[in-house]
């Protein structure tokens, strides 16, 4: 049975920063396009980040460009989500997210096949 479990999310003061954790399994990781979506209260699903099964490639959102960094460990079957300079805009829950592609990436939630339950992330003083 595949399946997607996040970790790592908390409270953190602005300026901090938090590393989330997707572990998988029942499915082979490395075929699988990794993407981290985000939803705050009122708002729509917004995708953060993703990163490829093959060729290494990544993309940010503009709104966490330079303070989030996406990474994947495919002996673990686990990506990563390297958040630094917090914001309290940042306040959500926090998704990650799976679908088989060879190249590339995206962050049209609607692609994707698989989704973890969520990690709530509160970014507050």
């Known amino acids: 049975q595949l399946q997607l479990v996040e970790s790592g999310g908390g409270l953190v003061q602005p300026g901090g920063s938090l590393r989330l954790s997707c572990a998988a399994s029942?499915?082979?990781?490395?075929?699988?396009?990794i993407g981290w979506f985000r939803q705050a209260p009122g708002k729509e699903r917004e995708g953060v980040s993703c990163?490829?099964?093959?060729?290494?490639?990544?993309y940010y959102a503009d709104s966490v460009k330079g303070r989030f960094t996406i990474s994947r460990d495919n002996a673990k079957n686990t990506g990563y989500l390297q958040m630094n300079s917090l914001k309290p805009e940042d306040t959500a829950v926090y998704y990650c997210?799976?679908?088989?592609?060879?190249?590339?990436?995206?962050?049209?939630?609607?692609?994707?096949?698989?989704w973890g339950q969520g990690t709530q992330v509160t970014v507050s003083s």
């Open positions: 029942g499915f082979t990781f490395n075929y699988y396009v």
């Open positions: 990163i490829s099964s093959s060729d290494g490639s990544t």
């Open positions: 997210a799976a679908v088989p592609l060879g190249v590339g990436c995206f962050v049209d939630p609607l692609e994707y096949d698989y």
